[in-house]
């Protein structure tokens, strides 16, 4: 076992910022840093509750905010690196771990005598003499107890600590095997003629790709910057076809298998909600959601359904003619759909996506993003290299307040790697608070996604949709570094999950701004600006298949509540139970193998379980919320200094729709969405 003085967990780092040394924390230091922090945290729990004085807010509610702060450090760069910087020995050791970290927090929440303390401040405390902040803190941390079990009867208890033990190693399983089955699937050519259409940069890519496994030819995975172009370009259809399959039958069948997985996770999490009082485990989710209610939740639904259902209908109609005339005999299949739409978009718009890359170097996307923080914000972003990061392709920066105030670190990991899971994610490595001396522990926050890499011949040009994921992420990280918040638990983005995505889909509207264009998209070789004919034709081309797109997001969101408005444990056939639930949105032919549930980690690994309607909930708040930017001229200081100062600055403080209607000055409704996307229909947000 690693000595204390020889863990970089259990030190204080001489590092900027006290930014973890990140390169010299190797995998024996996990466990004893994590027994460590169990111990110190069962000693902060053992001072409370034997505490004296009568509970009050200071000495029971805060305290036990403020604690096991070493333990939650720890596993959560161990769950952070294992998401974008894992290796199998890394996985075993989260296996490992996971049920020892699952068992102290229901030691926590199980715990007499601390759940008798915050009820009775629950019960006694002077409302009035509490500040919002408090309150909610203290409805938060009791009704948190509740819903952990603190109320159930100890034979019930012994079952829902098996309940979240089995599940927490469950949701680490699914992750593995669909990380797994990502990255063992490759596609290898060799004669170039069946790859005509592709673009060069992905071309290169796939050379790239090809030569690491010393194979000939080009060389394609599921991975986002190999997948899309392949599928969106790619004119060989028995190609696209085999792409499409391979991508959508992941984990299906084999050793990294999701089915059983999918179907224990189903069922361990309706027996635990029913367990503590609930029908389904959406009703114990959307409690505590800023939706409310599954009420609420399907009356958006079903306005969208009724909006943006024809719209769909007649896009789709557009790309199978477009497929028909150009000779597909058969019909529109979905490995053909991205191909002819945006075959499609080029012939309406005069617009191909590809003309688009060459004006986003990643390096100039970066100035043009952090510009626009420093238009918005005054913030400044200086890259620091003393801070030290997990891997090379790794970035640090210091983030600076307008007066020059410290404000946060900012790591970046911009590009895809076998040990790194795909997609896109914001997360802290440290949250933001305010010490008990009144001190402010500033946030350490990051950005990751899966972007185009750099190959020999070219640097890294980014695809417009990566653009826009690129705002989004740094949406969220926004959120994190201007939180300004008391008490750790309220920290941003530790908000409700259908509020967390508003402050990084405000910032995807800035993607179509020619003014934010014009200040950073300049051709990589040339150096000229982009044209303003391309930035139009972007814009005109942003609803293209709006409707589609739509459905698309809605049926994800049903297949989530199919699998979690369940009364009774499933055990039937995973892949036709999914059939079913997309039914109702399905707009392509059917395809009987294709599987989404065994690699749809939102909702059985992430936190969107029950919750994926989120995406769309949070676009109707942006929408709405965004017309205040757009009547000031989009790009707005002022606005955003109110959005900084009413909404991303409070994390959890204030209910969500307190904070929303601050800014807003009302609630919100779905016409700025329908305008936004040209559909026409009008209809408030159920609230």
Known sequence: ??????????????????????????????????????????????????????????????????????????????????????????????????????????????NDALFKRIEAVHQTADRSRLSQAQLRLLDDTYRAFVRGGAGLGDDVKRRFR???????????????????????????????????????????????????????GWTFTLHAPSYVPFMTYCRNRDLRRQLYMAYNTQATEGETSNVEVVRQIVNLRLELAQLLGYSTYADYVLEERMAGDLQHVNAMYDKLLAAYMPAARNDVEAIRQLAAEEGEESCLMPWDFSYYAERLRKARYQFDKEKLRPYFKLEQVIDGVFGLATTLYGLSFKENSSIPVYHPDVKAYEVLDADGTFLAILYADFFPRESKSAGAWMTNYKGQWHNPDGTDSRPHVSITTNFTKPTAGKPSLLTYDEVETFLHEFGHALHGIFSATTYPSQCSPNVAWDFVELPSQIMENFGTAGTFLHTFARHYQTGEPIPDELVDSLVHAKNFNAGYACIRQVSFGLLDLAWYTRTEPFTGDVIRYEKEAFSPTRLLPELADTCMSVQFGHIMSGGYAAGYYSYKWAEVLDADAFSVFTADGVISPRVARRFRDEVLSKGDSEHPMTLYTAFRGQEPTIDALLRRDGVCARGAIDN
């Open 162 to 216: 098996q309940l979240t033990a089995e599940l927490a190693q469950l949701t680490v399983r699914f992750s593995q095997n669909h990380l797994k089955a990502t990255n063992a699937f490759r596609l290898n050519v060799t004669d170039k003629e069946l790859l005509d259409g592709i673009p060069e940069t992905a071309m290169a890519a796939a050379a790239e790709e090809a030569a690491a496994k010393n194979e000939t």
């Open 1 to 110: 076992m690693t000595a204390p003085y020889d863990n970089p967990f259990l030190a204080t780092p001489p590092t900027p910022h006290g930014a973890l040394p990140l390169p010299s924390i190797r995998l024996e230091h996990y466990e004893p840093a994590i027994m460590e922090g169990i111990r110190r945290h069962d000693e902060e729990i053992r001072l409370i509750t034997a505490c004296a004085d009568s509970p009050t807010f200071d000495n029971t509610i805060a305290a036990l905010d403020y604690s096991g702060q070493l333990l939650e450090q720890v596993s959560t760069v161990l769950m952070n690196l294992n998401e974008a910087e894992t290796s199998d020995e890394m996985q075993e050791l989260v296996m490992h771990l996971t049920p020892i970290l699952t068992e102290h927090s229901n030691n926590v929440t199980l």
